[in-house]
């Protein structure tokens, strides 16, 4: 039977206290909906449905190009009833499975569980919690059937005892499901029609339904509040931190990395605590990177060390470097073999030929250095003269002085030597000492100026 996936995500998200949809709230860099839709085409649908309604307009914006199907829900009168929009559109052959927005964790294993235990009847997805406090309860009969899910706010006190609650997951046929969907009525204290009433139908009616339990429980937990948001958020990190833990990454503390992305790490790679890895970012062997470091889309090969407090973006970094700490570079940065880029230095869509270093207090923007260059500290490549970039050419085995200005477009010739505190706006010759400084004068009968002091009365 082809398949068919409908997440709802058109709900308001009170307890967020944002002005931000629910589902555009974010989990490792990403919203929350765009895991789901993950978890949605792992499992190759024919068509995947997405039933919206607050903030619809910013999520569609959100997601423009995503391979799915929007679907209104203009007036919200709960679950079922967001169910019921994108019915007309499904085939009454198909199955149909029903995911929440708002839930970001769910793997694919046990979705593919619950599309197989569906069968003649329906599937749900359950969990148990030692506190289940919001969430819906699955009640069983005598024999250990499922025969219906009653909402926190109806249960009474003997349903609330209930330990297993249910994930927000079905899977059934998608003609049946409309059939239920059609006798479920909203006489309950939110006055909606539940999704979950459709439980209690097919089980008196007796339609088999099979209750799918996940193995971690974070898997199916939803997010309705900021301190959801961030139990979420710290459970997918430490999956991900795990997942290096088994590769041979060596982490100093588990509990504090994030990965944004994907990271790809080589044999022995260190990573200190409070690192970001956001994008793709890949290492090579025995790259260490030390404490608080940012990166992001970043490639590093072999041997090289990234200090504490780096920001590293968009860049491609040879083997045996030595970066930070507090080092930034911006888009556009490839650096050789064996490059030194000290503290406080900031690199821009520039190239860095191998073995040359700047090690303190410099700038360096839209530059070609070649190898075995040293650039002074205070060094600044004047790229920018308010209206368009300009390049600044250093070739091998030059010397650039503390407090250097290169105003761009220039060329430093192979061997140039440029003295301390120049301004450098011509071209070089190769292998001489270039100066430009102003000539240095000093007045003996100078004086400061004095601060005029206020008569009392």
């Not at 499922?146 to 609650?165: G, M």
């Amino acid at each position: 039977m082809p398949l068919h996936v409908v997440i709802l995500a058109a709900g308001l998200g009170k307890r967020m206290h944002s002005a931000l949809p629910k589902v555009l709230h974010r989990i490792a860099g990403r919203p929350l909906l765009a895991h789901v839709i993950d978890a949605a085409m792992s499992l190759r649908p024919e068509r995947v449905f997405v039933v919206h309604g607050h903030g619809g307009a910013e999520v569609k914006a959100a997601f423009a190009g995503a391979p799915v199907e929007w679907v209104e829900q203009a007036r919200r009168l709960g679950t079922g009833h967001a169910l019921m929009q994108a019915l007309p559109r499904i085939p009454r052959a198909a199955t149909v499975l029903v995911l929440n927005g708002d839930v970001p964790l769910v793997r694919k294993e046990t979705l593919r569980k619950l599309l197989r235990a569906a069968g003649k009847g329906i599937a749900i997805a359950t969990s148990d919690l030692s506190d289940p406090a919001g969430y819906g309860r699955v009640v069983r009969d005598p024999r250990g059937r499922v025969t219906r899910i009653v909402e926190h706010k109806d249960a009474n006190p003997a349903e609330l005892a209930i330990r297993e609650w249910y994930a927000g997951f079905l899977a059934g046929n998608a003609s049946r499901l409309a059939g239920w969907l059609a006798k479920v009525a909203n006489r309950n204290t939110q006055k909606e029609y539940y999704l979950t009433d459709v439980i209690g139908i097919a089980a008196a009616g007796g339609a088999p339904v099979s209750a799918v339990k996940a193995v971690v429980p974070h898997e199916v937990a939803g997010v309705n509040s900021r301190h959801e948001l961030a139990i979420i958020e710290r459970a997918y990190q430490n999956a991900q931190a795990v997942k290096l833990l088994d590769a041979g990454v060596a982490l100093a503390d588990l509990w504090r990395v994030d990965v944004r992305g994907e990271l790809a790490c080589g044999q022995d790679v260190a990573i200190d605590v409070n690192c970001v890895f956001e994008g793709r970012v890949k290492l090579g062997d025995r790259v260490k990177i030390g404490p608080n470091c940012v990166l992001r889309n970043v490639t590093i090969a072999a041997d090289t060390e990234v200090h504490a407090f780096s920001l590293l973006e968009e860049s491609e970094i040879g083997a045996g470097c030595r970066i930070g700490p507090y080092a930034r570079f911006r888009p556009g940065v490839k650096l050789d073999q064996g490059v030194r880029i000290g503290n406080f230095v900031e690199v821009k869509a520039s190239r860095i030929g191998p073995g040359s270093k700047a090690n303190h207090l410099s700038y360096i923007g839209d530059a070609e250095i070649g190898a075995r260059v040293n650039i002074g500290a205070g060094t600044i490549t004047c790229n920018y003269d308010g209206a368009s970039k300009h390049r600044t050419v250093i070739e091998d085995d030059c010397f650039i002085g503390s407090d250097a200005t290169l105003v761009a477009p220039v060329r430093i010739a192979k061997g140039s030597y440029i003295g301390a505190g120049s301004t450098i706006s011509k071209d070089t010759p190769p292998g001489q000492l270039t100066v430009a400084r102003a000539r240095q004068v000093s007045l003996p009968r100078w004086t400061p100026p004095r601060k005029k002091v206020a008569r009392t009365k």
